[in-house]
Structure formats: C-alpha cells, structure tokens
C-alpha cells in the first residue's frame, strides 16, 4: 500500500490462512481498512438428499477404506460434498476467523454469515465501497477499530461458537500488529465464563 500510495485497503480473503493475513498487514499499515469475507460454501446434498460437507468426504474414505460403502457411493459423496466456491462449510478456522472479525469490527455486519454464492455477497461488495469512503473521511484506521475490547468481542464469539481452536493463534497475532496485548491465559479467562452455545455448519 505505501509503495502505490494507496489511501485505503478492502480485502477479499476467503481461507484459513489468508484472513489473518489481511488484517495483520491491515494492523502494520494503519490506514482506513476492511475486510469483505469471501463466504462459506453451501452444504451439498447426497442423491438421497443427505446433507454433505467436506468432512462427509474425507468419512467416505474411511468407510471406502474399512469396507462399509463401495467405490460408487464414496464417489457420489466426493463429488457432491462441495457444491460451489466459498470456504469449508463447518465452524473451522475460515468461518471462525470470519465471524472473529466480525464482532471485532472490521467487515460490515452480516460479513461472516452470508454464502459466498449468494447474491447479498455482491451487495456487500458494493456496500464496501461506500464504507471505505467513510472511513477515509473520518480518518478511522485498524487501530482504532481493533482494540482490546474488539478482541474480547472476538473471543467471546469464538467461544460461543465453539469455533476453531487456531483462532488463538491468530487472535494473538493479529493483537500484536496492532500493539494490543493479548495472551492465552485471556482464551483461558472468556472460556471459563462463557458457555459454548451453538454448533453451526454454515
């Protein structure tokens, strides 16, 4: 961004890896940011209507293995088991870190939740314009977004989400790019206190 004299920064990340990618450079830089979530894959459906996610495929392989389905159906269930773009369909590290960011501030609401494939992914695109601007205009950075209260609000929805335990990982680092410190014992402290409350597959 500086070597182009960028004056602001959307990102589109869409893994494990890449979101905290984005807003660890988001954090170094401190200029006007935000990040749009590419979305999560939508469940796909077996040829007998079962609900199928990526974790149904790598089941098939054992069941292939140990001899309870035959080639046929574990090739029915790979192949249906992710239907389209986005990340893997399941509370992992994608969808945790997406809902992370979040509650932290730094995707427009509803960011975490809405399927990559699904129109009102498109609209947040565009709204992502307008909010860039505004940022711009008020001079609100990363910094000022993602203090140690945003992170309280991250680990706490990772908790009641019973969410990806490399969100730890991440959250840490991210909290460094951004001088706020942030430790395990904190993970440890949200956990004793707050209950997990819902078991998603997006």
């Known amino acids: 961004m500086g070597a182009q004299w960028y004056d602001g920064n959307i990102s589109l990340p869409?893994?494990?890896k890449n979101m905290p990618g984005v807003l660890i450079a988001m954090g170094r830089l401190n200029r006007p940011s935000?990040?749009?979530y590419g979305g999560t894959i939508r469940p796909g459906k077996s040829c007998a209507g079962d609900t199928l996610d990526i974790v149904s495929a790598f089941?098939?392989?054992?069941?292939?293995v140990a001899g309870s389905i035959n080639e046929e159906k574990r090739y029915e269930i790979i192949r249906n088991a992710?239907?389209?773009?986005?990340?893997?369909?399941?509370?992992?590290?994608?969808?945790?870190?997406?809902?992370?960011?979040?509650?932290?501030?730094?995707?427009?609401?509803?960011?975490?939740?809405?399927?990559?494939t699904h129109p009102d992914k498109i609209k947040e695109c565009l709204d992502?314009?307008?909010a860039i601007r505004t940022l711009l205009?008020?001079?609100?950075?990363?910094?000022?977004?993602?203090?140690?209260?945003?992170?309280?609000?991250?680990?706490?929805?990772?908790m009641v989400l019973g969410g990806s335990t490399n969100a730890v990982l991440?959250?840490?680092a991210i909290a460094r790019s951004v001088g706020v410190t942030l430790t395990i014992d904190d993970f440890q402290t949200v956990s004793d206190r707050i209950p997990f409350l819902a078991d998603l597959k997006p």
């Open 14 to 16: 869409g893994c494990d």
């Open 34 to 36: 935000l990040m749009v």
């Open 59 to 64: 089941q098939a392989y054992g069941e292939f």
């Open 82 to 116: 992710c239907p389209g773009a986005g990340a893997c369909g399941g509370m992992y590290t994608a969808n945790t870190m997406a809902s992370a960011t979040e509650a932290m501030g730094m995707t427009l609401p509803y960011s975490s939740s809405t399927p990559a």
């Open 128 to 130: 992502a314009g307008t």
């Open 137 to 158: 205009e008020r001079d609100i950075k990363p910094r000022d977004i993602m203090t140690r209260k945003a992170f309280e609000n991250a680990m706490v929805l990772t």
């Open 170 to 172: 991440h959250l840490l």
